[in-house]
């Protein structure tokens, strides 16, 4: 390191220190410049007093007027600092990991700190490039992913973290006298925050200096002093967040410095208390065979005379090795992106990305041609950390997730100490956008049992090549509808995963309205036009994911079936179609047009012309059946007639039967009478029974044969017997022929 020292210190001029692999420019800040007087440090006449001895009772902090008493007179934080010793030299011992983490130690000089406000962005700034310096200012002193801890051992709670080659008792020089702090990184690397001192979450700095932590909490527990040097417990867990205060996280023996941190038994969770576990008894009865200071080697530093204020500003080797340099990928609208590139080499430790997505998107990323493990993870816009690639050693690591839309940070990064080339392969994909210009947007959601992904806070997202569900609501409904939300709950629980299309912003958009509407005001001509607008855009999207036609299954209700049909054609031909009352009427002289851009009636496609399997359900017209088609639902392979038991439910219409076939459908997998994607339905003769549930005769089977395979029962179960507002119906029995002498069968009566 070099300085300007001469004549006074009006004199001094910005140098270049180079300590290690970190440039930093050094510079006194403006309010030391040209003066003598440095009792504006943080040194032995601010925050802390040099001495125990100081007679300094209290002090002014000539910048930002903060009183701070003396370490003699109610200091507002009594520990947390260190004092060098006279050898100049500190030395550290990684004694044992016990946090999942991979995070880094360092320790930062306080002269010149008392100019910074605790806490501010600035203050971390400047301890972050002092710990960087590798000089009497700062070192990092641990770098859990690059070394082991001196202990291994499990707890009832944690595993054994502790991978790698542990390296032995470290010193580093500082100056004698100097008064230090600890910065903690719980997971990730100090070089990180260099340019982005603002990180928050796992990679959000703690210090021992407690009033900068969250909650001013503290992090850095004294476990045991042996002779005057100690061994610390460290939390990595924010106080403010999942913090389970178990201090096993990072422990440390320090020798070479006086101080001291709050007693790990004022700080530690009962709960999880490891001192008198096996590792913890050995750490405890563990003492250093020699004097680390003396016998080992210690990294040679000039010790100057003056120690200025550093600004940092990195020069790191690999131009996207930070945040602020990222190479900027632009606003994806459905994009998919390979790159090639490597990592690891000549200290190029990052590789970041920047990227926005514009509406809430499905993103899947792997990462191939690797000689050695790495790594990548997604970080928000402040570099929060979101998500890590599964790990893969030397195979393709990947990641499937849902992002909402906004901007986005890609980090690559190396295992410990090792270097790879790699490629890295990125499909993004819509999953919301207009049909209908004038609407808001169609969706498309993954669900689990729980709902939605994004509601639960999974974000788990769509994977290609593998065996979909799509459900689809109809006319005045949407995705979250009880019935709905219900059905793909249920089927989540089966092998495919489950989608569930929300075309709402078209289907509640009230574009009929009478004298529109016929029959009641039951026949949405107007939002029926929209059915295959909104098939195209399911099939694009679906496409688009990697989801091929013989692995999907779409089940449809309403207006939804056609939907759903319509998915199918232009598809070729799915796996299944599920039609739930197929909305009347579909075809015909009276029946739907589905597609507003073209000319002419376009009416719905036959079930089994566009599906390898087809089933539908569908309400008898003698049993409220207006709203559902009993000749559109006959054109599936097999069709099944729902009857309902009304005598608990005296209030029965033809729009709580029409939901009600959702129901059933719903407790047929939640009984596991179907399953999916198989859809294995019990031995049945096909075409015995007409739309009002009678089973053909003699005559009927020469001159009117029936369109359906059986009947199902199903009985009310809600919570009132008149309760309007739920269609809680559970199958009582399905019937049906079983031979060609027209016998009938019950079945599905567990």
């Not at 100690?230 to 101080?259: H, Q, W």
């Not at 709203?627 to 069709?639: C, E, M, Q, R």
């Not at 999916?676 to 049945?684: F, G, Q, S």
């Amino acid at each position: 390191m070099s300085f300007n020292l001469a004549g006074n210190s009006s004199n001094l001029s910005p140098t270049v220190s180079n300590y290690g692999s970190v440039d930093i420019i050094s510079t006194l800040s403006p309010s030391l410049q040209g003066s003598t007087d440095y009792s504006n440090g943080f040194n032995s006449n601010n925050y802390f007093l040099g001495s125990t001895n100081s007679p300094v009772i209290e002090n002014i902090n000539l910048e930002t007027q903060l009183k701070v008493n003396s370490a003699l007179d109610n200091l507002p934080f009594t520990s947390g600092w260190y004092t060098v010793g006279s050898t100049g030299e500190v030395s550290f011992d990684y004694l044992f990991d016990g946090g999942a983490y991979e995070g880094e130690l360092a320790i930062f000089s306080l002269e010149g700190m008392g100019q910074y406000q605790l806490g501010s962005t600035e203050f971390t700034q400047e301890a972050v490039a002092r710990s960087l310096s590798n000089s009497p200012l700062g070192h990092v002193v641990i770098s859990d992913s690059d070394e082991a801890a001196r202990f291994s051992g499990n707890l009832n709670w944690d595993e054994n973290y502790n991978l790698g080659e542990y390296r032995g008792a470290k010193n580093f020089v500082m100056r004698e006298g100097d008064q230090f702090g600890f910065l903690q990184i719980p997971n990730g690397k100090v070089q990180e925050l260099l340019n982005n001192p603002d990180f928050e979450g796992a990679r959000h700095p703690l210090f021992s200096l407690a009033p900068n932590n969250p909650l001013f909490s503290s992090h850095f527990g004294e476990f045991k002093d042996i002779n005057g040097n100690r061994i610390f417990a460290v939390e990595d867990l924010r106080e403010d967040g999942t913090s389970d205060k178990d201090f096993n996280d990072l422990v440390f023996y320090m020798s070479g410095a006086e101080g001291s941190a709050p007693s790990l038994n004022t700080l530690i969770n009962i709960n999880r208390d490891w001192r008198s576990a096996d590792v913890g008894k050995q750490i405890s009865e563990w003492m250093p065979q020699v004097d680390p200071i003396s016998s080992l080697i210690s990294v040679p530093t000039p010790t100057p005379t003056l120690i200025p204020t550093l600004i940092p500003t990195p020069a790191p080797v690999d131009p996207n090795g930070a945040l602020s340099s990222a190479v900027d990928w632009g606003t994806f609208s459905d994009k998919i992106l390979n790159i090639s590139d490597s990592i690891g080499y000549d200290e190029d430790l990052n590789d970041y990305f920047r990227f926005n997505v514009n509406t809430r998107s499905n993103i899947n990323l792997a990462l191939n041609g690797l000689s050695t493990d790495a790594d990548f993870e997604i970080l928000g816009r402040n570099g929060e950390f979101i998500a890590r690639s599964t790990p893969g050693a030397t195979s393709a690591d990947s990641l499937i997730r849902i992002l909402e839309s906004g901007d986005y940070y890609l980090r690559v990064y190396p295992s410990a100490g090792t270097s790879t080339n790699y490629s890295l392969a990125l499909t993004q994909v819509n999953l919301s956008g207009k049909v209908r210009p004038e609407s808001q947007d169609v969706n498309l959601w993954r669900y689990n049992a729980n709902g939605r992904t994004e509601s639960d806070s999974t974000y788990q997202g769509i994977e290609p090549n593998k065996d979909t569900v799509v459900v689809i609501h109809g006319w005045q409904n949407s995705d979250e509808t009880r019935i709905i939300q219900d059905l793909a709950n249920v089927a989540s629980q089966f092998n495919p995963q489950v989608l569930a299309l929300d075309w709402s912003s078209i289907a509640q958009a009230e574009l009929d309205k009478p004298p529109l509407l016929d029959i009641g005001g039951f026949i949405p001509y107007e939002t029926a036009k929209w059915i295959t607008p909104v098939a195209n855009w399911l099939e694009e999207r679906l496409d688009k994911l990697g989801i091929n036609f013989n692995q999907l299954s779409l089940m449809g209700h309403s207006l939804g079936a056609y939907v759903s049909s319509e998915t199918a054609r232009l598809f070729g031909k799915v796996k299944n179609l599920v039609a739930l009352d197929p909305a009347f009427p579909a075809d015909g002289g009276i029946g739907y047009d589905t597609d507003i851009n073209t000319p002419g009636k376009q009416n719905p496609s036959n079930f089994r012309d566009v599906s390898t399997k087809s089933l539908a359900l569908v309400v008898t017209d003698s049993d409220k059946g207006l709203l559902g088609d009993n000749d559109k639902a006959a054109t599936a392979h097999d069709s099944f007639l729902v009857k309902f038991d009304s005598n608990n439910r005296r209030s029965l219409n033809d729009i709580d039967a029409h939901g009600g076939v959702v129901d059933v459908f719903t407790d047929a997998l939640s009984r596991s009478f179907l399953t999916l994607p198989e859809l294995n339905l019990p031995n049945h003769e096909n075409n015995w029974y007409d739309n009002n549930s009678d089973k053909d005769n003699f005559f009927d089977r020469f001159f009117n044969a029936g369109k359906h395979e059986g009947t199902i029962y199903a009985d009310w179960t809600g919570s009132q017997p008149d309760d309007i507002n739920k269609n809680y119906w559970r199958i009582d029995k399905l019937v049906r022929v079983v031979d060609s002498s027209g016998k009938e069968q019950e079945t599905w009566m567990i």
